[in-house]
């Protein structure tokens, strides 16, 4: 198992070591490394057992940072970037040389780039002279860790130290934005609503998912998955079909009175669901049940990204 606490020093030199540091953002717990050391950055491929198709976002102090490393920033991108970040916003950007590594970028010529808010990463990337490739801290294809025992259960083994941050406060992963012909588009749903995004830019194009050809790998269907089977739809009627005692549910906001049931927010406040989302669906694992029932929440706000991940994870044959 690895060590758990707040020291930023030796989570520096870690990193600096060429060795990789579970760090913790506002929205998940990233497995950081050296974004230019491809070492450093195949520690990340394997520890998470991720296929190198998948490329990796690059955590940066400010926008300042990635001039570096790209060949222009869109003015549509400078603009997000001055109003969210640090935050949960992950832009892609053309990718000027090999600076960083292709490995990162899975050979693309773009790299996403993410600023997080959260007082102990943003410290560790002022401190370091690189900045840090992190995928969300899980296992590939299973959901992301919102806590640091999260990270220690599942990855443990494979790297020695975790940055305590607490619990992270939005909870799911950022919203990824591109950019064809300077206009932004959707490539994941995530930490940022669309409708913030589109007071600034105007209406923009979303992605949706898709088993095939993904813009962003995130869009795999298999992404998000528990560990047990989940089914979405109305839940009287999911609750008709299955033995009471076999089913785990997970609500928006009504209370079943069931001793297997998550309520994501009694309140109905989407932002609350999101904090829940991940931490209630790794509950069920340790629940004696065989199968999750979920329902979709209002498909706006967060809640539209919430409904990505529970479509995906009930994509998943399992
Ligand atoms: O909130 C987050 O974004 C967290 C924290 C740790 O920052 N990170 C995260 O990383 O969710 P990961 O690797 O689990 O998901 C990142 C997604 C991947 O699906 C990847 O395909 C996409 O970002 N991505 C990265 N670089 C890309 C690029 N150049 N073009 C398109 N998609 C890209
Ligand atoms: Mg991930």
Redesign the pocket.
Known sequence: MAEIGTDIKKAAALLTQGELVA?P?E????LAGNALNIDAVAKIFSAKNRPQF????V?IPSLSFAKNYVHEIPKKAERLAQLFWPG?L?L?LDKKDDIIPALV??G?N???F?S?DHPLARKLLTALPFPLA????NPFGYV?PTTPEHVNEQLGNNISYILDGGTCSIGI??T?I?FEEGEPVV??L??LSVERIEAVTGKIKVFEHSTSN??????LKS?YAPGKPLKLGKLEELLQHYPAHEVGILSFSHDYNSKYQRILSPGGNPEEAARNLFQFLRDFDKMPVSIILAELLPDAGLGRAINDRLKRAAAVDN
């Open positions: 760090i953002t929205t998940v717990y990233g998948d490329p990796l976002i955590h949960p992950t892609v970028t899975s693309l773009t790299v996403g993410r997080p992190a995928p969300s801290a992301s992963e950022s990824i591109g490539l994941r995530g930490g993904p813009v962003a790998p995130g869009q992404h």
